[in-house]
């Protein structure tokens, strides 16, 4: 990599000024995954509000869901998105949490 033009090195810190806190996987539940219909997110205990986001390999959001009031459980549809790997992410005002989430399809 030394004096080669045609790569670039990076140097990356952990705990750096950007890091966002994230909720601890064991609070979060979402099921089925793999998945092909639609997932259910059950939210933790006094989580009453938060946003479900799924994006694409290029980052592209192509589902989302407000939940609100304190709803126990709440199904997002992914019908319609391609077989593949994707990112779920889920947010509230303090924190968030975000998990791969695997569509395939029977």
């Known amino acids: 990599?030394?004096?080669n033009p045609s790569f670039l090195q990076f140097t990356f810190e952990a705990g750096s000024a950007l890091r966002v806190d994230e909720f601890s996987s064991a609070t979060w539940n979402v099921f089925p995954n793999p998945a092909n219909q639609r997932i259910t997110?059950?939210?933790?205990?006094?989580?009453?509000?938060?946003?479900?986001?799924?994006?694409?390999?290029?980052?592209?959001?192509?589902?989302?869901m407000q939940v609100a009031n304190g709803q126990p459980n709440a199904m997002l549809d992914v019908s319609s998105l391609e077989e593949g790997m994707y990112l779920l992410w889920i947010e509230t005002k303090e924190q968030r949490y975000t998990s791969p989430l695997i569509i395939q399809h029977p």
């Open 41 to 64: 997110v059950a939210s933790p205990a006094g989580v009453d509000n938060y946003t479900c986001q799924v994006f694409d390999a290029t980052g592209r959001r192509v589902a989302s």
């Open 1 to 3: 990599v030394e004096n």
